[in-house]
């Protein structure tokens, strides 16, 4: 599938040539992002420069009843970058101006492609930074952290990204620029910011940023505990909140994961242990100690047989090399992994883990967890042979039963990755029907004809008859059966 | 006014007849909340004893196409609850169970009539308390704070309602009930629960509230530094910022606050100083005193005369008391004041200051200050004599271009209080019309009709012939002149 001429050639007037591309390669290596089980090609790649380029392109789109959505870096778990009935893609890439820097109300403005690590540096030498921190910090964009409202190991103190964002401008789908919010951090009326940040590139696509910055922690105290059992340390987990401690971080990692881990970045995690937890402190100089031991007593009280303090930032720094590549060391034991992200009540996390690994076990499956323990967010990783038909088919049913028992916990299906078109028909068991009319209507008020980024969020009926993939493609087949549609 | 015989006698049915009120007394007793500039008389008031009672006295005026709207403690400042056209009150005073608490996910139930501060006397026991701390604390309810987004002292480190509220029941205005967010913290899908807090009551009623509770500080550390001119404190407040410090709160007090704090509450701040601020640490045990130390530094560089350190936990009890009753004690020295609510970026704060004071000069008014500093929220107390129809007018002028001024540094009309029927006509400078429109679609997806709070936050075309008040209402014509609607 490609443009119609007509329409490709009023795009390379406003974009130029080389800005404007239908070829099958291109288009083929745009089918997914960080979500691969469910590709989709578009059928034309857009690279507008800035804002004006970009409602131009928009208006011309929109008038030809062209569907389109914008993609960032393409790290997103969800299938949000991925363009559904043959959308036009368009590519922020371009949009890579950061700042200026406003020290004194802690602000920042950048464009949508500006990788979020580079936030960060741009802040660092005022003593501030930006806090969402997403494992892919170091490729995923700004933009798509307003998207899919980011979170990371910090949200746990800081929140996630709705809390860090207090301005965007957005182009509406049918070219009109809106701001939303700006430097003074408020928004009277229907506050239409917090609307736009996690709406999952549904609502407009954001062509400007200001951040809010954080200042630098002055100290920061890493340990690592070590446990026997899942079990033991989801309950510290538990014990340390309930002692009415906020750390900046409470990650776990299960043995699966340690053992990729030392198999291939070497941070020298113990191999023997079932589960290890980072728990990260930081604020004022001396206080820290105190603090550290408490939460010392509590974890040894908790079963940890070890609980090791980073001695220095080289030894801090390795801890969180190790956990945020944890994802990308599995591909040392699995040839693939399928990525969940639910949410439960954090006094639900014994019970939810130990169910966890009965659905693998039913399922024949391995299933690995390295996740944000203090904010109950989970991320289960199912590992699978993506060559083998029965096993995608049970990674798929694995993955649903994993999300149905977060639900029956009082979760929720996302907690940063978002619903994309990955767990659209999810939504169903998750919100009441007039909640999901409402959603829906609220969409349509800003995207009526549901040109922009269509099919994803909500579930879409009955388009079982219009799956895509080549004939035979097994992953397609099994997506039928399993009640997943392209 | 009074209700229609045969609604009455339906709401009766559902209510109970002690629980539906429309004689004159009743009404004209809830002619005005905290905003008394623009009195209006609603028709009949209900008192529901649960969701269920409210829902059905909903669904019989929704019928009916009669206008209703909630009321909380009635202590908002715009006029949020001030029922216009001879809107239905319903009075949510019965709604006040409190609890279950749960300590590990640090959430408690609550009933939208609950008072604000009975929510961390309820959360004390397990050193847990709800953060959002307005002035009047001791008296609005947490409903109110809900439809306002309401803020306090403490928002400058933790941010206002919305950051801590996890979930929400709300009634829709055709009587459907549904569930926003949840104890799980997040919400996929169109973020609908941020969207109706502050919504201000024109999206739906709300009926339970899930609360996010937070660990009581360990130790707090106060202090009042003393200035002879306000621009030095103004400047302080970014000195201290620019830091890289994250008080707890840092509020600033004008000389003629001080004066009247000090006729009323005698809470030893020096009566002629031109300012003080109030600054206020919280932390880890050891780390304060060196965080104070910088603190007081920075505050003598820039020019304070005096820097007290509070002893103890009365010293700092009787500043915050002070702070807090501060504009009851404005009534010793006036006979009305008009509270704004503006909001600029922090470093604006110098020059906006002087500018205050200059509209007032210009309009021979005087214009106190206290207000939060670190957020750069100004509330600027313009004094008048209420009998006086001259200074009404001047008061309405003076806060208009109060407003405009902020709006002109990049600032909103609001930071805490609402936009209500206070400053609906001024949204039309704070806003595009494509922000505003797309703002009124979206209270049309929940309330289409218009029956839920009519006449709210959005400018009302064409309604000066409606003035309501009676003949040779001194204040109702000169609200006519300054554009202000009833």
Redesign the interface.
């Known amino acids: 599938m490609a443009l119609d001429p007509r329409v490709r050639k009023k795009l390379i007037r406003v974009l130029g040539s080389d800005y404007v591309k239908d070829d099958p390669i291109t288009c083929y290596s745009y089918r997914c992002d960080g979500l691969t089980l469910h590709p989709a090609e578009p059928q034309a790649v857009l690279y507008p420069a800035d804002r004006d380029q970009l409602v131009a392109a928009v208006r011309i789109l929109s008038e030809q009843g062209i569907s389109f959505l914008p993609r960032g870096a393409g790290t997103g778990l969800s299938g949000g970058a991925v363009p559904r009935e043959g959308s036009v893609l368009i590519e922020m890439v371009r949009f890579r101006a950061i700042g200026p820097i406003?020290?004194?109300?802690?602000t920042i403005e950048v464009e949508p492609g500006v990788v979020n690590l580079h936030v960060s540096h741009a802040a660092q030498p005022h003593?501030?930074y930006f806090v969402p921190d997403p494992s892919s910090q170091k490729a995923c964009s700004v933009g798509g952290n307003v998207g899919e409202?980011s979170g990371g190991p910090h949200t746990l103190k800081y929140?996630v990204t709705?809390?860090h964002v207090v301005g965007l401008e957005v182009v509406?789908p049918d070219g009109?620029?809106?701001?939303?919010g700006?430097?003074?951090?408020?928004?009277?009326?229907?506050?239409?910011l917090?609307?736009f940040?996690?709406?999952e590139g549904?609502?407009g696509i954001v062509t400007k940023i200001i951040c809010r910055l954080?200042?630098?922690p002055e100290r920061v105290h890493t340990m690592l505990a070590v446990f026997g059992s899942v079990r033991e340390a989801c309950e510290s987990v538990?014990a340390i909140?309930?002692a009415?401690?906020?750390p900046a971080a409470l990650e776990m990692i299960d043995r699966i994961v340690i053992q990729a881990i030392e198999q291939t970045i070497g941070a020298g995690f113990p191999t023997d242990a079932e589960a290890v937890l980072i728990v990260e402190l930081e604020?004022?100089?001396?206080?820290?100690d105190?603090?550290a031991e408490q939460i010392e007593t509590i974890l040894r009280a908790n079963g940890a047989v070890d609980v090791r303090q980073a001695a220095d930032e080289a030894e801090r720094a390795l801890i969180w090399r190790a956990r945020k590549e944890a994802f990308g060391a599995l591909g040392s034991i699995s040839p693939s992994f399928y990525t969940q992200d639910g949410?439960?009540?954090?006094?639900a996390l014994p019970r939810v883990l130990e169910r966890i690994l009965a659905i693998g076990a039913a399922h024949g499956l391995t299933i690995a967890n390295v996740f944000h323990a203090g904010?109950?967010?989970l991320h289960p990783l199912i590992l699978y042979n993506s060559r083998d038909p029965a096993e995608i088919e049970a990674t798929h049913q694995a993955g649903r039963e994993i999300l149905e028992t977060?639900l029956a916990e009082?979760?929720?299906?996302?907690?940063e990755h978002?619903?994309g078109l990955e767990?659209s028909h999810l939504?169903d068991g998750?919100?009441?029907e007039?909640?999901l009319n409402?959603?829906k209507?609220?969409?349509a008020?800003?995207n009526p004809r549901e040109l922009l980024n269509p099919g994803k969020?909500?579930p879409q009926p009955g388009r079982c008859g219009e799956l895509k993939g080549r004939p035979g493609d097994a992953a397609a087949q099994l997506r039928a059966k399993s009640g997943i549609r392209v």
């Open positions: 406003d020290p004194v109300n802690r003593g501030l409202n929140g709705v809390n509406l009109e620029v809106v701001e939303l700006g430097p003074a951090w408020t928004t009277p009326g229907p506050d239409l917090s609307l940040i996690g709406s549904t609502l954080t200042p630098l538990s909140i309930r009415g401690i906020v604020d004022l100089r001396e206080g820290l105190a603090e949410v439960i009540p954090r006094s904010d109950g967010n977060c009082g979760g929720s299906l996302s907690g978002g619903i767990k939504m998750a919100f009441d007039v909640s409402h959603m209507q609220v969409r008020v800003f969020i909500f």
